[in-house]
Protein backbone atom coordinates (compact mmCIF):
# COMPACT_ATOMS: atom_id res chain seq x y z
CA UNK A 1 0.00 0.00 0.00
CA UNK A 2 0.96 3.48 -1.03
CA UNK A 3 1.84 5.54 1.89
CA UNK A 4 -0.15 8.60 0.38
CA UNK A 5 -3.16 6.22 0.22
CA UNK A 6 -6.14 6.07 2.19
CA UNK A 7 -5.91 2.99 4.93
CA UNK A 8 -10.03 3.75 5.68
CA UNK A 9 -12.41 5.95 3.68
CA UNK A 10 -15.14 7.77 5.37
CA UNK A 11 -19.16 7.68 3.84
CA UNK A 12 -20.76 10.51 3.33
CA UNK A 13 -20.32 13.02 6.33
CA UNK A 14 -22.05 16.29 7.17
CA UNK A 15 -20.80 19.69 8.52
CA UNK A 16 -21.56 21.85 11.66
CA UNK A 17 -20.12 22.79 15.00
CA UNK A 18 -20.21 21.64 18.53
CA UNK A 19 -22.84 22.91 20.88
CA UNK A 20 -21.85 20.53 23.51
CA UNK A 21 -21.17 17.13 24.67
CA UNK A 22 -23.28 15.52 27.98
CA UNK A 23 -24.29 12.51 29.31
CA UNK A 24 -20.66 10.99 27.79
CA UNK A 25 -22.48 9.36 24.80
CA UNK A 26 -24.48 12.77 23.62
CA UNK A 27 -23.34 15.80 21.58
CA UNK A 28 -25.42 18.79 20.35
CA UNK A 29 -24.18 19.54 16.88
CA UNK A 30 -25.15 22.87 15.10
CA UNK A 31 -25.73 21.15 10.88
CA UNK A 32 -24.90 24.07 8.65
CA UNK A 33 -28.24 23.86 7.60
CA UNK A 34 -29.00 25.77 10.92
CA UNK A 35 -30.44 22.58 12.29
CA UNK A 36 -29.55 21.07 15.93
CA UNK A 37 -28.93 17.72 16.45
CA UNK A 38 -28.24 15.18 19.31
CA UNK A 39 -25.56 12.96 18.02
CA UNK A 40 -24.14 9.69 19.53
CA UNK A 41 -20.66 10.48 20.65
CA UNK A 42 -18.92 6.88 20.46
CA UNK A 43 -16.11 7.64 22.72
CA UNK A 44 -16.27 6.88 26.87
CA UNK A 45 -13.47 9.17 27.92
CA UNK A 46 -12.99 12.50 28.77
CA UNK A 47 -11.72 13.90 25.18
CA UNK A 48 -8.94 16.04 27.24
CA UNK A 49 -8.30 19.47 25.11
CA UNK A 50 -10.34 17.71 22.25
CA UNK A 51 -14.05 18.04 23.20
CA UNK A 52 -14.64 22.33 22.32
CA UNK A 53 -17.89 23.90 22.05
CA UNK A 54 -17.84 25.77 18.85
CA UNK A 55 -15.32 24.14 16.55
CA UNK A 56 -16.31 22.60 13.43
CA UNK A 57 -16.87 18.77 13.01
CA UNK A 58 -18.65 15.75 11.32
CA UNK A 59 -20.84 13.45 11.27
CA UNK A 60 -22.13 10.46 9.57
CA UNK A 61 -25.91 9.75 9.30
CA UNK A 62 -27.48 6.02 9.82
CA UNK A 63 -31.37 6.30 9.72
CA UNK A 64 -32.45 2.87 11.05
CA UNK A 65 -35.31 1.94 13.32
CA UNK A 66 -32.89 0.47 16.06
CA UNK A 67 -31.35 3.45 16.18
CA UNK A 68 -32.37 6.19 18.63
CA UNK A 69 -29.96 9.01 17.22
CA UNK A 70 -28.83 8.07 13.20
CA UNK A 71 -26.18 10.93 13.51
CA UNK A 72 -23.03 9.99 14.99
CA UNK A 73 -19.80 12.44 15.65
CA UNK A 74 -16.93 11.53 13.87
CA UNK A 75 -14.20 14.48 13.45
CA UNK A 76 -13.90 17.30 15.12
CA UNK A 77 -11.25 20.37 14.42
CA UNK A 78 -8.77 21.81 16.49
CA UNK A 79 -6.40 24.47 15.50
CA UNK A 80 -3.01 22.09 16.89
CA UNK A 81 -0.74 25.45 17.52
CA UNK A 82 -3.37 27.35 20.08
CA UNK A 83 -5.43 25.16 21.62
CA UNK A 84 -3.53 24.27 24.64
CA UNK A 85 -4.61 20.46 26.14
CA UNK A 86 -6.93 21.03 28.95
CA UNK A 87 -5.32 19.51 32.86
CA UNK A 88 -6.49 16.19 33.16
CA UNK A 89 -9.31 14.98 35.93
CA UNK A 90 -7.71 14.98 39.27
CA UNK A 91 -8.99 11.31 40.04
CA UNK A 92 -10.36 9.99 36.72
CA UNK A 93 -12.78 7.78 38.07
CA UNK A 94 -16.33 7.03 36.59
CA UNK A 95 -18.30 9.22 38.74
CA UNK A 96 -15.67 12.47 38.02
CA UNK A 97 -16.26 11.73 34.50
CA UNK A 98 -19.60 12.16 34.61
CA UNK A 99 -19.67 15.20 36.28
CA UNK A 100 -17.46 17.33 34.38
CA UNK A 101 -19.17 15.78 31.19
CA UNK A 102 -23.01 15.61 32.24
CA UNK A 103 -25.04 19.25 31.86
CA UNK A 104 -28.56 18.86 33.94
CA UNK A 105 -31.45 18.17 31.87
CA UNK A 106 -34.16 20.11 31.77
CA UNK A 107 -37.59 18.84 32.70
CA UNK A 108 -39.53 21.91 30.47
CA UNK A 109 -38.89 19.90 27.18
CA UNK A 110 -37.23 20.64 24.08
CA UNK A 111 -37.22 24.66 23.51
CA UNK A 112 -36.54 24.86 27.23
CA UNK A 113 -33.10 22.42 26.38
CA UNK A 114 -32.63 25.05 23.91
CA UNK A 115 -32.09 27.84 25.85
CA UNK A 116 -29.00 26.06 27.25
CA UNK A 117 -27.01 25.13 23.99
CA UNK A 118 -24.00 27.40 23.80
CA UNK A 119 -23.34 29.40 21.41
CA UNK A 120 -26.86 31.07 20.79
CA UNK A 121 -29.00 29.60 17.69
CA UNK A 122 -30.12 31.97 14.73
CA UNK A 123 -32.61 30.49 13.31
CA UNK A 124 -31.58 29.72 9.56
CA UNK A 125 -28.38 30.47 10.45
CA UNK A 126 -25.76 28.57 8.00
CA UNK A 127 -22.15 27.75 9.93
CA UNK A 128 -19.13 26.97 7.61
CA UNK A 129 -16.74 25.06 9.05
CA UNK A 130 -12.79 26.74 7.96
CA UNK A 131 -10.95 24.31 5.37
CA UNK A 132 -8.37 22.11 7.32
CA UNK A 133 -4.73 22.81 6.54
CA UNK A 134 -3.39 19.87 8.05
CA UNK A 135 0.23 19.56 10.12
CA UNK A 136 1.55 21.49 12.69
CA UNK A 137 0.46 25.46 13.39
CA UNK A 138 -3.04 24.50 11.09
CA UNK A 139 -6.14 23.26 11.42
CA UNK A 140 -6.08 19.60 11.88
CA UNK A 141 -9.13 17.40 11.90
CA UNK A 142 -8.89 14.88 15.43
CA UNK A 143 -11.01 11.03 15.45
CA UNK A 144 -13.82 11.19 18.05
CA UNK A 145 -15.06 7.56 17.29
CA UNK A 146 -13.03 5.12 19.48
CA UNK A 147 -14.78 2.49 17.02
CA UNK A 148 -12.97 2.07 14.40
CA UNK A 149 -9.22 2.12 15.38
CA UNK A 150 -9.60 -1.38 16.23
CA UNK A 151 -10.97 -1.72 13.14
CA UNK A 152 -8.38 0.31 10.95
CA UNK A 153 -5.36 -1.66 12.68
CA UNK A 154 -7.12 -4.75 11.78
CA UNK A 155 -6.59 -3.62 7.78
CA UNK A 156 -3.34 -2.12 8.62
CA UNK A 157 -2.22 -6.19 9.99
CA UNK A 158 -3.55 -7.36 7.17
CA UNK A 159 -1.88 -4.89 4.23
CA UNK A 160 1.44 -5.58 7.03
CA UNK A 161 2.10 -2.18 7.16
CA UNK A 162 3.92 -2.91 10.53
CA UNK A 163 7.47 -4.56 9.51
CA UNK A 164 8.69 -5.16 12.95
CA UNK A 165 6.06 -7.68 14.04
CA UNK A 166 7.15 -10.07 11.69
CA UNK A 167 5.72 -12.73 8.82
CA UNK A 168 2.68 -13.65 10.29
CA UNK A 169 0.38 -15.58 8.61
CA UNK A 170 -3.06 -15.46 10.95
CA UNK A 171 -4.87 -12.40 12.66
CA UNK A 172 -6.96 -13.33 15.02
CA UNK A 173 -9.47 -11.17 16.73
CA UNK A 174 -10.49 -10.86 20.89
CA UNK A 175 -8.79 -14.10 21.66
CA UNK A 176 -9.16 -14.67 25.55
CA UNK A 177 -5.76 -14.03 27.29
CA UNK A 178 -4.65 -13.05 30.89
CA UNK A 179 -5.45 -14.52 34.40
CA UNK A 180 -7.77 -17.55 34.24
CA UNK A 181 -8.62 -16.10 30.34
CA UNK A 182 -10.55 -13.05 31.85
CA UNK A 183 -9.37 -10.46 29.30
CA UNK A 184 -9.40 -10.42 25.91
CA UNK A 185 -6.26 -9.03 23.50
CA UNK A 186 -7.42 -7.09 20.70
CA UNK A 187 -5.17 -9.09 17.95
CA UNK A 188 -3.66 -12.06 17.95
CA UNK A 189 -0.84 -12.77 15.66
CA UNK A 190 0.10 -15.84 14.79
CA UNK A 191 3.11 -17.41 11.99
CA UNK A 192 6.07 -19.59 12.63
CA UNK A 193 7.41 -17.24 15.00
CA UNK A 194 6.24 -16.41 18.03
CA UNK A 195 2.77 -15.45 18.81
CA UNK A 196 1.95 -12.01 19.28
CA UNK A 197 -0.29 -10.76 21.76
CA UNK A 198 -1.25 -6.82 20.28
CA UNK A 199 -3.26 -4.61 22.12
CA UNK A 200 -4.35 -1.25 20.69
CA UNK A 201 -5.00 1.88 22.29
CA UNK A 202 -6.70 5.28 21.26
CA UNK A 203 -5.04 8.93 21.57
CA UNK A 204 -5.87 12.46 21.00
CA UNK A 205 -4.29 13.92 23.71
CA UNK A 206 -1.35 15.89 23.26
CA UNK A 207 1.13 18.39 24.19
CA UNK A 208 2.10 20.62 20.85
CA UNK A 209 3.57 17.80 19.01
CA UNK A 210 3.52 14.84 21.63
CA UNK A 211 1.22 12.54 21.52
CA UNK A 212 -0.72 11.59 25.10
CA UNK A 213 -1.93 8.27 26.49
CA UNK A 214 -3.78 8.06 28.66
CA UNK A 215 -5.69 11.55 29.67
CA UNK A 216 -7.08 9.90 32.82
CA UNK A 217 -6.82 7.34 35.28
CA UNK A 218 -7.35 3.76 33.19
CA UNK A 219 -7.15 0.96 35.15
CA UNK A 220 -8.45 -0.99 32.29
CA UNK A 221 -5.00 0.28 30.69
CA UNK A 222 -3.27 -0.72 33.84
CA UNK A 223 -4.32 -4.27 33.83
CA UNK A 224 -3.18 -4.85 30.14
CA UNK A 225 -0.06 -3.82 30.49
CA UNK A 226 0.44 -5.79 33.39
CA UNK A 227 -1.08 -8.87 31.08
CA UNK A 228 1.22 -8.38 28.73
CA UNK A 229 4.13 -8.05 30.74
CA UNK A 230 2.97 -11.29 31.77
CA UNK A 231 2.75 -12.24 28.13
CA UNK A 232 6.40 -11.77 27.82
CA UNK A 233 7.65 -13.43 30.61
CA UNK A 234 6.18 -16.72 29.68
CA UNK A 235 7.98 -16.43 26.03
CA UNK A 236 5.69 -14.99 23.59
CA UNK A 237 5.93 -11.56 21.89
CA UNK A 238 3.53 -8.60 23.21
CA UNK A 239 3.63 -5.38 21.34
CA UNK A 240 1.38 -2.32 22.48
CA UNK A 241 0.25 -0.30 19.57
CA UNK A 242 -0.99 3.79 20.08
CA UNK A 243 -3.03 4.46 17.64
CA UNK A 244 -2.28 8.36 17.13
CA UNK A 245 -5.62 10.18 15.89
CA UNK A 246 -4.56 13.13 14.69
CA UNK A 247 -1.97 13.80 12.37
CA UNK A 248 -0.02 16.88 14.02
CA UNK A 249 2.01 14.90 16.55
CA UNK A 250 5.44 13.34 15.63
CA UNK A 251 6.14 12.06 19.35
CA UNK A 252 4.27 10.24 21.79
CA UNK A 253 4.77 9.76 26.04
CA UNK A 254 2.90 8.24 28.31
CA UNK A 255 0.78 10.98 30.27
CA UNK A 256 2.14 10.57 32.90
CA UNK A 257 0.28 13.76 34.95
CA UNK A 258 -3.44 11.98 34.52
CA UNK A 259 -2.24 8.61 35.72
CA UNK A 260 1.34 8.42 36.72
CA UNK A 261 0.86 4.45 37.96
CA UNK A 262 0.29 3.75 33.72
CA UNK A 263 2.94 5.47 33.02
CA UNK A 264 5.51 3.62 35.70
CA UNK A 265 3.78 0.17 34.15
CA UNK A 266 4.64 1.14 30.84
CA UNK A 267 8.33 1.78 31.21
CA UNK A 268 8.42 -1.26 33.32
CA UNK A 269 6.46 -3.01 30.71
CA UNK A 270 9.27 -2.12 28.02
CA UNK A 271 12.56 -2.97 29.75
CA UNK A 272 10.50 -6.38 30.31
CA UNK A 273 10.17 -6.88 26.75
CA UNK A 274 7.01 -5.23 25.91
CA UNK A 275 7.06 -3.70 22.49
CA UNK A 276 5.36 -0.38 21.67
CA UNK A 277 4.08 1.37 18.94
CA UNK A 278 2.80 4.58 18.32
CA UNK A 279 1.04 5.00 14.85
CA UNK A 280 1.03 8.14 13.11
CA UNK A 281 -2.76 8.68 11.53
CA UNK A 282 -3.91 11.89 9.34
CA UNK A 283 -7.39 12.47 9.54
CA UNK A 284 -9.71 14.16 7.13
CA UNK A 285 -13.36 14.05 6.19
CA UNK A 286 -12.29 11.68 3.28
CA UNK A 287 -10.60 9.33 5.33
CA UNK A 288 -7.15 7.63 7.02
CA UNK A 289 -3.88 7.72 5.83
CA UNK A 290 -1.26 5.59 8.17
CA UNK A 291 1.92 7.97 8.30
CA UNK A 292 4.17 5.91 10.28
CA UNK A 293 5.92 5.71 13.52
CA UNK A 294 5.66 8.71 16.42
CA UNK A 295 9.61 9.20 18.07
CA UNK A 296 8.84 7.36 21.58
CA UNK A 297 9.59 9.31 24.48
CA UNK A 298 10.54 7.63 28.05
CA UNK A 299 12.44 9.68 30.07
Not at 66 to 82: A, C, D, F, M
Not at 126 to 150: D, Q, R, Y
Amino acid sequence: MLMDSYLYRYGPLESGVLLKRYKRFLADIQLTSGEVITAHCPNTGPMTGVCIPGNPVMVSYSPSKTRKYPYTWELIQLNSEVDPPQPPLSNGGREEQQQHLELPISKGGKEEQQQHLEPPITKGEHLEPPISKGGLGGLIWTGVNTALPNKIINLALTEKLFPSLGNYSEIRKEVPYGMNLKSRVDFLLKGKDKPIYLEVKNTTWSDGKIALFPDTVTERGQKHLKELIEVVKQGDRAVMLYFINRGDCTEFAPGDTADPVYGQLLREAILVGVEILPCRFEITPEGIKYLGLALPLLR
